[in-house]
C-alpha cells in the first residue's frame, strides 16, 4: 500500500475490491507494527519492529528484533 492517507480517505466499496474479506494479509514495515493492524485485520499477521533506540548495523538488528525473509515466509504461511 504506497499511500495509507490515500486508501483512507475512498470510499468503503473501493475499499473492500482492493480489500475484501476473507483474503489472507500480511504487512511488512520497518516500523511501529501497530498501526497496520486496521488494514490486515485480526486474522492477518504484521512483521514490524516496535523497538527504539538500538545501534548496530542494520542487517544485525533486523536479525535479533526478527525482522528477516524467514520470518515474512512464517508469517505468510501462517495466514494461509
Do not use: C
Not at 482492493?18 to 485485520?41: C, I, M, T
Amino acid at each position: 500500500m504506497p499511500s495509507t492517507n490515500t486508501f483512507d480517505k475512498q470510499d468503503a466499496a473501493y475499499k473492500e475490491s482492493v480489500l475484501p474479506k476473507g483474503l489472507p494479509r500480511v504487512a511488512v514495515e520497518a516500523g511501529v507494527s501497530d498501526f497496520w493492524r486496521k488494514y490486515v485485520g485480526l486474522e492477518g499477521a504484521v512483521i514490524g519492529w516496535d523497538h527504539f533506540g538500538e545501534s548496530a548495523p542494520a542487517d544485525e538488528l533486523f536479525k535479533e528484533f526478527g525482522f528477516t525473509p524467514e520470518a515474512v515466509a512464517a508469517a505468510v504461511k501462517g495466514v494461509l
